[in-house]
């Protein structure tokens, strides 16, 4: 089993739409959760950091984290299509321990 | 400019050659991390060194080596190309500079093709 597991989509969805990330995790050491966002061609960049449990919104986005059920979540609201990329989970069990990535949902926001 | 550079961009080569992808950043950090990426398989970690003295292997370390000939700069090495290195390769930093060491920059990548 995979440390870390992501539904890698693709998934579609119109402008102005309400979007849904998603991934689970095996380790329950796990304390740093991250979302990176990837566009084609480019490296990853950080979008989102949580530790622990709780909700922290930015904007249009909103990071979820449940270690009970070892479930986070990334909510996009008001979709555009700039926000067309990969979305990229990672978690680490300490500040500068191994980061543990996903394998990414694919996004297209479509106008 | 950008703070984390990789070269080359791309690089087609052939099996059992040697090849070295070059990481550099001007962003102080003290810690560099090696990763490739392959569909369905997402980021899987192959070396990081947390100064120029302290080196480690991740997650996929057999057939790479690395180097970190200076605070900013760390290569990757493949002693003997095989086809399954095929991917694209990433370097990455994170520094406490950053606040903590759980932002890691990443340079645009290296697209590498193995025959």
């Known amino acids: 089993q995979k440390e870390v597991e992501q539904d890698p989509g693709p998934l579609s969805v119109p402008e102005g739409a309400i979007v849904s990330l998603n991934c689970t995790y095996s380790n329950s050491a796990f304390q740093y959760f991250m979302w990176y966002r990837q566009y084609s061609r480019k490296g990853p960049e950080l979008l989102m950091y949580?530790?622990s449990s709780g909700n922290k919104e930015d904007g249009r986005f909103t990071a979820q984290v449940d270690k009970s059920s070892k479930y986070i979540s990334l909510f996009i609201r008001d979709s555009q299509p700039s926000d067309s990329a990969t979305y990229l989970c990672a978690m680490s069990w300490g500040t500068g321990n191994q980061f543990y990535f996903g394998t990414g949902t694919s996004l297209t926001v479509i106008p | 400019d950008a703070d984390v550079t990789q070269t080359p961009r791309n690089r087609i080569t052939k099996t059992g050659k040697r090849i070295m992808l070059e990481c550099s950043q001007t962003?102080?950090?003290?810690?560099m991390y090696w990763y490739r990426q392959d569909p369905g398989l997402g980021l899987r970690l192959i070396y990081y060194?947390?100064?120029?003295?302290?080196?480690n292997k991740g997650e996929i370390s057999d057939g790479y080596s690395v180097s970190r000939q200076a605070q900013a700069k760390f290569s990757l090495s493949l002693e003997s190309a095989i086809p399954n290195q095929t991917a694209l390769y990433f370097c990455?930093?994170?520094?406490?500079?950053?606040?903590?060491?759980?932002?890691?920059?990443f340079g645009p990548g290296t697209r590498l093709t193995v025959l």
């Open positions: 990455a930093t994170s520094g406490v500079l950053a606040g903590d060491y759980n932002e890691q920059f």
């Open positions: 060194s947390f100064d120029v003295k302290d080196i």
């Open positions: 949580t530790y």
């Open positions: 962003k102080g950090h003290d810690r």
